[in-house]
T-cell receptor
Framework: NAGVMQNPRHLVRRRGQEARLRCSPM?????VYWYRQLPEEGLKFMVY????????ESGMPKERFSAEFPKEGPSILRIQQVVRGDSAAYFC?????????????FGQGTRLTVV | SQQGEEDPQALSIQEGENATMNCSYK?????LQWYRQNSGRGLVHLIL?????REKHSGRLRVTLDTSKKSSSLLITASRAADTASYFC?????????????FGEGTQLTVNP
């Protein structure tokens, strides 16, 4: 059973381009969480999705950021018109259940650099 | 309000010594978890302690939880150079959605050989 798979591991984008980050949860997990980590800081929650539904997007910036988790395929975090401040590591986590002390498993992250 | 604040921010010890890191939080929680992150890498889950537990052990790790003080500590005994990493506490709040976690800013541990 492969762990949470994120790709690409590293992504370089010029200002104004779009960044598309993918996350394949562990097999049997239908809950996906995205976090952002700025340099020298802890992880900050962005969005929580279940298949085809956004459950909690309270941590997502209101503009340029969107996330989806379709019925088939990976979860996608999309950043439009990237700016230098979007440079960070983006982590995805998945869990089989919602809450109640269920451990969430993290991927290795995608490191986005905006030049 | 900021949740999951660790102290110290940085800790440097010699191999064989014990390392203690502390974490404080502000809201009611279901559980508290500790993670390790090596430089530039992903997170490794170390241990989860539920709100009705006071202490938990896993190998060289010992975690305590004091819900009255809203604090937790992580003790690593007989440290090794390989323990050098950043350590984060993360809380699953009672009122948050799913398994959403709130992370602290981390403690950078350096174990000198």
């Amino acid at each position: 059973n492969a762990g949470v798979m994120q790709n690409p591991r590293h992504l370089v984008r010029r200002r104004g381009q779009e960044a598309r980050l993918r996350c394949s949860p562990m097999k049997g997990h239908s809950h996906v969480y995205w976090y952002r980590q700025l340099p020298e800081e802890g992880l900050k929650f962005m969005v929580y999705l279940q298949k085809e539904n956004i459950i909690d997007e309270s941590g997502m910036p209101k503009e340029r950021f969107s996330a989806e988790f379709p019925k088939e395929g990976p979860s996608i975090l999309r950043i439009q018109q990237v700016v230098r401040g979007d440079s960070a590591a983006y982590f995805c986590a998945s869990s089989p259940l919602a809450g109640g002390g269920t451990e969430a498993f993290f991927g290795q992250g995608t490191r986005l650099t905006v030049v | 309000s900021q949740q999951g604040e660790e102290d110290p921010q940085a800790l440097s010890i010699q191999e064989g010594e014990n390392a203690t890191m502390n974490c404080s939080y502000k809201t009611s929680i279901n559980n508290l978890q500790w993670y390790r992150q090596n430089s530039g890498r992903g997170l490794v889950h170390l241990i989860l302690i539920r709100s009705n537990e006071r202490e938990k052990h896993s190998g060289r790790l010992r975690v305590t939880l004091d819900t009255s003080k809203k604090s937790s500590s992580l003790l690593i005994t007989a440290s090794r150079a390989a323990d050098t990493a950043s350590y984060f506490c993360a809380t699953e709040g009672r009122k948050t959605s799913g398994s959403r976690l709130t992370f602290g800013e981390g403690t950078q541990l350096t174990v000198n050989p």
